[in-house]
């Protein structure tokens, strides 16, 4: 089947185009992201391949619809960017990769705890430089911290039993438990969350009742110092309210690999321009913050799983197979 692959990368093709010609599937490229102006890209092609920052609002969404797209692949696990109401409403079918290595995502977000408590960047940076002085590098330890997990599935599960190995004291957080954590820590309330913990990583889905969970309110209910961690979707924190923890030192250490406003930063090379969003710039001062550019996935464990999950998902489509993945609008599951 014909697909067009919007928001692509090298990467992209290197794991996408094998299991395609495996399957006799036919991707079509694109770099550009997936917009209002760039949705004609997609005329007369029955399925679409989207990736976490392609617009598929409902503007796009009916542009899609008449130029013949009956399907949407994407290539990732969260869908707060896709419109499932009007897609229902076109008949537009849309499956995800629900679960491509919770492992990668998990370990990335210990790993940016360890380098932020460590300082591990500033470290390298200094040897390099050959100043082995240690001044400034202080940590803690690990052992014996709170660390309050807001959401349990299976990234939040993976990150806990790494945690629990480091001898940390859990606290989670979710809408419903996960038995595989219920050993390994304390189910409790948001506030317990945000007024025990030591480091709080983020591991939910972006919802509406999700949009920007870490607020000015609830910094000020946290203990003072605290180490907040996001690798999940970056519309969860309220920058603005992050910086001014940041500013008056309630907040300690920050380690994001999502941004509310990344579209337009993240996987791109931007080295050599100079960069509009003020919001971030501010926040990519503080030298007690850590960010990378929405990589937790990035291992090739999960994007041969991305890539083997996605086709699968299109060859369903195309044989009118029912497929596990798909999504439907609340109404309809």
């Known amino acids: 089947m014909r697909t067009a692959v919007f928001s692509t ?11 395609a010609s495996q399957a006799s599937h036919e991707l079509a490229f694109f770099e550009p ?7 004609p890209l997609a005329s007369d092609f029955p399925a679409i391949c989207a990736f976490v920052n392609d ?6 969404l ?19 960017n896709v419109d499932l109401e009007t897609c229902h409403k076109l008949g537009l079918r849309v499956a995800r990769v629900p679960a491509y290595s919770p492992d990668a995502v998990a370990e990335h ?30 940590g803690f330890d ?5 660390v309050g997990i807001v959401g349990t599935g299976k990234i939040g599960a993976v990150a806990a039993r790494i945690l629990a190995g480091f001898g940390c004291k859990l606290l989670f ?18 506030d317990d969350i945000f007024s025990q913990s030591d480091i709080i990583t983020l591991h939910c889905p972006l919802l509406p009742q999700t949009h920007h969970m870490i607020s000015h309110a609830a910094i000020h209910r946290m203990k003072r110092g605290v180490m907040i961690i996001n690798t999940s979707r970056g519309a969860l924190i309220d920058t603005r309210a992050v910086i001014e923890g940041l500013k008056s030192h309630h907040i300690g250490y920050l380690g994001l690999d999502v941004y509310e406003e990344e579209a337009d930063l993240f996987f791109e090379d931007l080295s050599g321009q100079v960069i ?37 998902n299109l060859t369903a489509f195309e044989r009118g197979e029912p497929t596990p993945n798909e999504l439907l609008p609340a109404a309809k599951k």
């Open 173 to 190: 957080y979710d809408v419903a438990q996960n038995p595989d954590c219920v050993p390994l820590g304390r189910y409790t309330s948001l």
């Open 33 to 39: 992201r997936l917009n209002i102006e760039t949705a």
């Open 142 to 146: 690990m052992h014996g911290r709170t």
């Open 62 to 80: 009916g542009h899609l619809a008449a130029g013949g797209t009956k399907f949407i692949a994407l290539r990732c696990a969260g869908f707060n």
């Open 276 to 312: 509009q969003d003020d919001v971030f710039m501010r926040l990519a001062t503080f030298p007690n913050v850590l960010i990378t550019s929405h990589q937790a996935f990035f291992t090739t464990t999960a994007l041969e799983q991305i890539a083997g999950t996605t086709i699968a």
């Open 9 to 19: 990368k090298n990467y992209d093709r290197q794991f996408l185009q094998p299991a």
């Open 109 to 138: 977000a210990v790993g940016l705890m360890l380098a932020l408590n460590r300082k591990f960047h500033k470290a390298f940076n200094r040897v390099r430089e050959g100043n082995f002085a240690i001044d400034g590098l202080l």
């Open 55 to 60: 617009q598929l609002h409902a503007d796009v």
